[in-house]
């Protein structure tokens, strides 16, 4: 009993508290029960539904179709027949029954007489864009030449000599191309229309031919290499932000000075460090810059060749990774450099990769790493594998080869390998070649101009392909469908039309009657305000007149119209200057004059003196009988006083 009225307590109290805090109980709801197995049989039945729905129109369609297509044997084979024996007619006209397994098709049986179209066939039909869906690198190796973005070009003018430098920032926004001319000219893709105009034309190295051109791995810096001893970094507007130091030419020791003393061959970018760049010159180095310090180069690598006396570099290059340096030399050697370590001892090298004297124009890694693709200037292509070094792994020959800076590149999946020809005297068929990089069997030989193709890019992300010719022009190839912005962007646009200059004009009140102060001057079309202005000699600035007569407006006329003609003139035409002449003679001149008319001592005797009274003019003895009488004289001298006085 006590435990009973302890319970109906406590309800009690929960009754009371429920009330209090406004709900009705507390853990009295019970949680909501799903039944799985009823929902897995509601899914199960809809799912069978549709799948009869499915193969009851698949069999109305094969029913109504009649396509067929004769074979050798004279039979007829149906669209939808499945591949293979024909089914047996005890199976095709017996119904299938289900049965248990793991294969069991759900839904219903199939309907009877219906053999020709199985559960796999309906698996290929709904997913059959997965056909299709195969990895692009396996269908690249199968068919290589089919992925040759080249359906489409647009044609850029960059001058009238040779194309012989052209390179594409990473994102393949902007290109820049360099020539003979020594002239760089800016083109941007998403800028530009159909007019294929460049936005900027430079002229950054004065009179030297452009030898190479390169972006930078964020594309924020273009380095430039010209035919002087200093290598310049521009922005990507062409302003300069550095000028490499030149070094002393009477230093013997090129490792002593502060920059190249020659002529410079290539330039490259390091591919991982954004203010790292590399030079190669004819002085017999190759020097490793620091964007942010230009006073002196950071590293200098002087390669030699097998006499040990100093090789010059023709071309240098990076690995991909950054952790190589290839360099090749006119004596036809290939040398690798450990970017890790100093550069003192060669990690790779082959002398006899090339012929000796040849030109090396052009080195380049492949994607992974492990290839290097030479060019040379004896008119083949090489593949070198660095792991074995001292023999290629396969040659192509015929290659015409007339330039120091011809390219050869890899195709972004590093199954092609891509090169340009140039052309003998009097041939018009510039080729860019396509080969094998497995073995350098020539894939395609695409004519793409009647003049040597120099240099030639193809960029991964653009997947579009880039040559500069030997007639100034540069060509963008592409493939709408597998090419990505670049040329696609600029094809599309319309060309800009030449805007109408814009102008308002005031109204004009005719007042014929009003006070002066307020009349407007008459309006004058443009045509008259011309001629009024040709008649003001200080609006048309027009040329003075030549003169006739003796001059006007302040002008001498015809004898004086220079003025060594006037001075000339004026000095035969003045008078004898008075000072030049006797002092004496000029006094005396105006004798008689001053006789005639005096002025000074005549007139203030007029009065007193009317008649001039002069003295007598004796002779000298006179003189002296005067003298004597006065000298001989007894009495006292006037003008003396006595002692007594």
Same mark, same amino acid.
């Given at each position: 009993?006590?435990?009973?009225?302890?319970?109906?307590?406590?309800?009690?109290?929960?009754?009371?508290?429920?009330?209090?805090?406004?709900?009705?109980?507390?853990?009295?709801?019970?949680?909501?029960?799903?039944?799985?197995?009823?929902?897995?049989?509601?899914?199960?039945?809809?799912?069978?539904?549709?799948?009869?729905?499915?193969?009851?129109?698949?069999? +109305?369609?094969?029913?109504?179709?009649?396509?067929?297509?004769?074979?050798?044997?004279?039979?007829?084979?149906?669209?939808?027949?499945?591949?293979?024996?024909?089914?047996?007619?005890?199976?095709?006209?017996?119904?299938?029954?289900? !049965?248990?397994?793991?294969?069991?098709?759900?839904? &219903?049986?199939?309907?009877?007489?219906?053999?020709?179209?199985?559960?796999?066939?309906?698996?290929?039909?709904?997913?059959?864009?997965?056909?299709?869906?195969?990895?692009?690198?396996?269908?690249?190796?199968?068919?290589?030449?089919?992925?040759? &973005?080249?359906?489409?070009?647009?044609?850029?003018?960059?001058?009238?000599?040779?194309?012989?430098?052209?390179?594409?920032?990473?994102?393949?926004?902007?290109?820049?191309?360099?020539?003979?001319?020594?002239?760089?000219?800016?083109?941007?893709?998403?800028?530009?229309?159909?007019?294929?105009?460049?936005?900027?034309?430079?002229?950054?190295? +004065?009179?030297? &031919? $452009?030898?190479?051109?390169?972006?930078?791995?964020?594309?924020?810096?273009?380095?430039?290499?010209?035919?002087?001893?200093?290598?310049?970094?521009?922005?990507?507007?062409?302003?300069?932000?550095?000028?490499?130091?030149?070094?002393?030419?009477?230093?013997?020791?090129?490792?002593?000075?502060?920059?190249? !003393?020659?002529?410079?061959?290539?330039?490259?970018?390091?591919? /991982?460090?954004?203010?790292?760049?590399?030079?190669?010159?004819?002085?017999?180095?190759?020097?490793?810059?620091?964007?942010?310090?230009?006073?002196?180069?950071?590293? $200098? $690598?002087?390669?030699?060749?097998?006499?040990?006396?100093?090789?010059?570099?023709?071309?240098?290059?990076?690995?991909?990774?950054?952790?190589?340096?290839?360099?090749?030399?006119?004596?036809?050697?290939?040398?690798?450099?450990?970017?890790?370590?100093?550069?003192?001892?060669?990690?790779?090298?082959?002398?006899?990769?090339?012929?000796?004297?040849?030109?090396?124009?052009?080195?380049?890694?492949?994607?992974?790493? *492990?290839?290097?693709?030479?060019?040379?200037?004896?008119?083949?292509?090489?593949?070198?594998?660095?792991?074995?070094?001292?023999?290629?792994?396969?040659?192509?020959?015929?290659?015409?080869?007339?330039?120091?800076?011809?390219?050869?590149?890899?195709?972004?999946?590093?199954?092609?390998?891509?090169?340009?020809?140039?052309?003998?005297?009097?041939?018009?068929?510039?080729?860019?070649?396509?080969?094998?990089?497995?073995?350098?069997?020539?894939?395609?030989?695409?004519?793409?101009?009647?003049?040597?193709?120099?240099?030639?890019?193809?960029?991964? *992300?653009?997947?579009?392909?880039?040559?500069?010719?030997?007639?100034?022009?540069?060509?963008?190839?592409?493939?709408?469908?597998?090419?990505?912005?670049?040329?696609?962007?600029?094809?599309? /646009? /319309?060309?800009?039309?030449?805007?109408?200059?814009?102008?308002?004009?005031?109204?004009?009140?005719?007042?014929?009657?009003?006070?002066?102060?307020?009349?407007?001057?008459?309006?004058?079309?443009?045509?008259?305000?011309?001629?009024?202005?040709?008649?003001?000699?200080?609006?048309?600035?027009?040329?003075?007149? &030549?003169?006739?007569?003796?001059?006007?407006?302040?002008?001498?006329?015809?004898?004086?119209?220079?003025?060594?003609?006037?001075?000339?003139?004026?000095?035969?035409?003045?008078?004898?200057?008075?000072?030049?002449?006797?002092?004496?003679?000029?006094?005396?001149?105006?004798?008689?004059?001053?006789? *005639?008319?005096?002025?000074?001592?005549?007139?203030?005797?007029?009065?007193?003196?009317?008649?001039?009274?002069?003295?007598?003019?004796?002779?000298?003895?006179?003189?002296?009988?005067?003298?004597?009488?006065?000298?001989?004289?007894?009495?006292?001298?006037?003008?003396?006083?006595?002692? /007594?006085?």
């Amino acid at each position: 009993m006590a435990a009973k009225e302890t319970s109906a307590e406590r309800d009690k109290e929960e009754d009371e508290m429920e009330k209090v805090m406004g709900f009705s109980g507390f853990g009295g709801k019970k949680a909501k029960q799903f039944d799985f197995m009823s929902m897995f049989e509601q899914t199960r039945r809809t799912a069978m539904e549709r799948s009869q729905k499915i193969l009851a129109e698949r069999e +109305e369609a094969y029913q109504q179709t009649d396509i067929r297509t004769p074979n050798t044997s004279g039979n007829t084979i149906h669209e939808f027949d499945n591949v293979g024996p024909p089914v047996p007619d005890t199976l095709k006209n017996k119904p299938s029954e289900p !049965t248990d397994g793991d294969d069991d098709m759900p839904g &219903p049986p199939l309907p009877s007489g219906f053999g020709g179209y199985t559960n796999e066939d309906l698996n290929n039909e709904i997913n059959v864009d997965s056909d299709h869906e195969e990895d692009d690198n396996t269908m690249v190796f199968k068919r290589p030449e089919s992925k040759i &973005p080249m359906s489409h070009e647009i044609e850029l003018r960059q001058g009238k000599t040779t194309v012989s430098a052209l390179t594409l920032d990473p994102s393949g926004a902007r290109l820049i191309a360099g020539g003979y001319d020594y002239m760089v000219k800016f083109w941007d893709f998403a800028g530009m229309d159909t007019s294929l105009k460049s936005f900027r034309e430079i002229r950054p190295c +004065e009179s030297y &031919p $452009i030898r190479s051109l390169e972006y930078s791995l964020s594309g924020e810096y273009v380095l430039v290499v010209a035919g002087n001893a200093q290598a310049k970094v521009i922005d990507r507007d062409g302003f300069e932000v550095m000028q490499c130091k030149k070094g002393d030419q009477y230093v013997t020791d090129t490792s002593h000075t502060k920059g190249h !003393t020659g002529m410079l061959n290539a330039g490259c970018w390091h591919p /991982k460090n954004k203010i790292e760049f590399m030079t190669c010159s004819i002085d017999g180095s190759v020097r490793l810059w620091d964007l942010k310090k230009d006073e002196k180069h950071k590293s $200098i $690598i002087k390669p030699r060749n097998k006499q040990g006396r100093r090789a010059i570099p023709t071309t240098c290059c990076y690995s991909r990774d950054g952790n190589y340096i290839a360099v090749a030399c006119n004596d036809g050697s290939i040398q690798l450099w450990d970017h890790r370590k100093m550069f003192v001892n060669v990690a790779f090298k082959n002398m006899n990769a090339h012929t000796n004297g040849s030109e090396t124009s052009s080195l380049c890694f492949s994607y992974n790493g *492990k290839i290097l693709a030479s060019r040379g200037g004896d008119d083949t292509l090489k593949l070198w594998d660095i792991r074995s070094f001292q023999k290629p792994l396969c040659v192509a020959e015929d290659l015409f080869n007339r330039f120091p800076m011809t390219d050869c590149t890899f195709s972004p999946y590093d199954n092609l390998v891509v090169t340009g020809v140039s052309v003998g005297k009097g041939e018009t068929d510039g080729q860019l070649v396509f080969l094998n990089s497995q073995d350098l069997k020539v894939v395609s030989r695409a004519t793409v101009s009647d003049s040597s193709v120099v240099r030639s890019l193809w960029h991964p *992300k653009l997947n579009q392909i880039v040559i500069g010719t030997g007639n100034g022009i540069v060509k963008v190839f592409y493939d709408p469908e597998t090419s990505q912005r670049g040329a696609k962007l600029c094809v599309v /646009k /319309k060309k800009s039309k030449v805007k109408a200059i814009e102008y308002t004009s005031s109204n004009y009140v005719i007042t014929p009657h009003a006070l002066p102060m307020f009349r407007e001057a008459r309006q004058q079309s443009t045509f008259k305000q011309g001629l009024k202005a040709r008649k003001d000699p200080m609006k048309s600035k027009r040329p003075d007149l &030549p003169i006739d007569g003796v001059g006007v407006g302040g002008r001498v006329g015809h004898h004086g119209s220079t003025l060594a003609q006037y001075v000339a003139k004026q000095i035969a035409i003045r008078k004898p200057d008075e000072r030049d002449k006797d002092p004496r003679a000029a006094i005396l001149r105006h004798a008689e004059e001053a006789k *005639k008319n005096p002025l000074w001592v005549t007139p203030a005797y007029e009065n007193t003196q009317p008649i001039p009274i002069f003295q007598k003019d004796d002779s000298d003895s006179n003189d002296e009988d005067e003298g004597d009488k006065i000298m001989n004289r007894t009495g006292p001298v006037p003008w003396k006083r006595s002692k /007594k006085e």
